[in-house]
Structures are given as C-alpha cells and as structure tokens.
C-alpha cells in the first residue's frame, strides 16, 4: 500500500496552537503523523479546557473491503471495509492509557478491538496471520476438496468454473467416481436452527 502524504499543519510545524479571545495561548506537540492540527483562535476562555480535552492526534489506516452481512442471506451483504482503524493519541484524556499513541481497529461495522500498545497489536497481527495460513492451507484445501466430491457426486450438477481449482477440467470434475457413493447424512447446522 502506498504512503499517505499526511496535510502539513498550518501552525508552526511540530507545534499546535489554541488562544482564547483574552490572548491567553497554549500550546502543545503536534507528531507528524496527525491528519489534522487543533490550532484555533479566538476561543472563548471558558471553552478552553473542552477544546484541550478534545484534541485528538489521528491517523488512519484501511482494511480490505468483505462482503458483510447481519442476516443468513448472501443476497443481503454491502461490502464493507473489516480491520480498518486509526493510531490515535488523546493527550488530554482523562484516561491516561489513551494520552500516548494507541491503535484502535475497527473489527466490523459495530465491533472495535480499542486501545492497543506495540505488544498488544503485535499479538493481534499474529493471530490474523494465523487465521490467514489456516483459511489459506487447510480450510481453503479442504472446501476445493468438499466440491470436487460433491459435484462428483451430483453429475448433473455443473461445476462452476469459481470452484476449479488450478489444473482440473470440467471434464474430470464431473466424471464419475471410482469410489460408491457415500451414504445421505443430515446435519442440523447451527446456524439453520
């Protein structure tokens, strides 16, 4: 993914500036990576502590756009963007955990993995990866498996070319198999309930 140029702050670089209306000023560190600059003036004295207790040093990141959805229909899903999130410092915070530089991820539309330090993300990075080399090297190996025997199993129906994998004709997906066919089993699928 290429870099995003972050906009350069319009008060003095590496500085954000607040004055209020009585010419009372303060300032603060404003990190490179921010997307915006709280600099502002003119604000009223009395709004002071709600402006500081506002700043937020943000920088997002995206995610990789899934087909979501909240019902059993496949027809129902939007894409939308999953893992997406931000690094974000709220030095004002009354929390101090959330006045250095944390990440937030936002894990689905309504779900958010929130506050995490270098070895907390680290963690979660690991068993994404985990999660990726197990869809890839058993899950995905297991579901070409599962469709070359079901439509093995059902001649009649073809094989959409979406379930191929590498190498295998039409032909030879719906040949007829060498082995009897397996007995009927049915399932009551959890989510069919």
């Known amino acids: 993914m290429d870099a995003v140029e972050q906009p350069k702050p319009w008060s003095t670089p590496g500085l954000w500036t607040i004055t209020t209306t009585s010419g009372f000023a303060t300032s603060g560190y404003l990190p490179d990576w921010a997307e915006d600059d ?3 003036a003119g604000v009223p ?3 002071l502590p709600l402006r500081l207790g506002g700043i937020n040093h943000r920088n997002f990141f995206e995610g990789p756009m899934m087909p979501l959805t909240t019902t059993n229909s496949r027809d129902d899903a939007e894409e939308d963007a999953v893992f ?11 929390d101090t955990h959330l006045c250095v530089p944390v990440v937030n991820i936002q894990v689905s539309a309504d779900h958010w993995i929130l506050g995490l330090n270098p070895q907390e993300l680290a963690g979660i990075a690991s068993k994404l990866r985990a999660q990726a080399d197990l869809l890839h090297d058993e899950v995905l190996p297991a579901l070409v498996a599962a469709c070359e025997d079901w439509f093995a199993q059902h001649p009649e129906q073809p094989l959409p070319t979406s379930v191929l994998p ?4 039409q032909v030879e997906a719906t040949a007829p198999p060498s082995l009897p066919p397996h007995p009927v089993r049915h399932t009551d699928h959890p989510e069919r309930r």
């Open 84 to 94: 997406a999130g931000s690094i974000d410092c709220n030095p004002y915070d009354t």
């Open 45 to 47: 004295l009395d709004q």
């Open 166 to 169: 590498p190498g295998l004709t």
């Open 38 to 40: 709280p600099s502002e």
